[in-house]
C-alpha cells in the first residue's frame, strides 16, 4: 500500500506560480501511476494531470495543459505539480492519487484510483 501526503499549497496572487508535492510512503511507489485532482469549491472533483510510473508519459486536463508540468523521483518517493501562470479559476483543494495498473492508463477517473492524500488548498487573488 502506499500513503500519500501533499504540501506547497497557499495563497497567491494571478499569475504566480507554486509547486506542489506528494511524498509516498512504501517500497512499491515506482509501480504506481500517480495524478493530481482539484475540487474547487462547490463543485466536483477534477482530473488535472497523470503521469506513468517511469515518468515518461504524462497526460493533462485542457485547462492546465502548458502551465502545470508534472515530475517524480522515484528515488524519493514524490511526485511534484509546478503551478504556473496560476488563475484565480484554479482555486480549489489538490489532491494526488496513486494507482497500480498493468499499463498507464490516462484517463482513469478519480473513483479508480484507490490511494489519497489529504489535500492541500490553493487559492488563487485575482
Known amino acids: 500500500q502506499v500513503q500519500l501526503v501533499e504540501s506547497g499549497g497557499g495563497l497567491v496572487q494571478a499569475g504566480g506560480s507554486l509547486r506542489l508535492s506528494c511524498a509516498a510512503s512504501g517500497r512499491t511507489f515506482s509501480s504506481y501511476q500517480m495524478g493530481w485532482f482539484r475540487q474547487p469549491p462547490g463543485k466536483e472533483r477534477e482530473f488535472v494531470v497523470a503521469i506513468t510510473w517511469r515518468g515518461d508519459i504524462t497526460y493533462y486536463a485542457d485547462s492546465v495543459k502548458g502551465r502545470f508540468p508534472i515530475s517524480r523521483d522515484n528515488a524519493k518517493n514524490t511526485v511534484y505539480l509546478q503551478m504556473n501562470s496560476l488563475k484565480p479559476e484554479d482555486t480549489a483543494v489538490y489532491y494526488c492519487?496513486?494507482?497500480?495498473?498493468?499499463?498507464?492508463?490516462?484517463?482513469?477517473?478519480?473513483?479508480?484510483?484507490?490511494?489519497w492524500g489529504q489535500g492541500t488548498q490553493v487559492t488563487v487573488s485575482s
Open positions: 492519487a496513486g494507482a497500480r495498473t498493468e499499463r498507464f492508463l490516462p484517463r482513469l477517473g478519480a473513483r479508480d484510483y484507490p490511494y
